[in-house]
């Protein structure tokens, strides 16, 4: 089963130029996805029926992958600012 996409007509004139390199990028991959929507669907319906879905479904073997890297990154930022990020509040609050 082929991916379609459709695209609404831009309407800023000064992201004309970038938005059409956008989709001409996007559009050479339509169809050529490698998730299986029918599997997407049923994990859809899966998350949909839990008591307590996640916040965020990352949906997608490369997508974990990159949230997880991303979820690393945020976390080395956090340790990194800690010992000059923290202990900011009014001596008197």
Not at 33 to 55: E, I, M, R, T
Request: hydrophobic content about 40%; proline content about 3%.
């Amino acid at each position: 089963m082929d991916a379609s996409t459709t695209y609404a007509e831009g309407s800023i004139d000064d992201y004309a130029e970038r938005t059409a390199e956008t989709k001409t990028v996007w559009a050479s991959m339509n169809g050529m996805q490698s998730g299986d929507p029918a599997k997407l669907a049923d994990a859809l319906l899966k998350v949909a029926d839990l008591q307590a879905p996640p916040l965020r479904f990352v949906a997608g073997d490369d997508c974990l992958q990159a949230v997880e890297a991303k979820a690393r990154e945020l976390l080395a930022q956090v340790d990194a600012s800690r010992a000059l990020g923290s202990g900011l509040t009014h001596d008197d609050a």
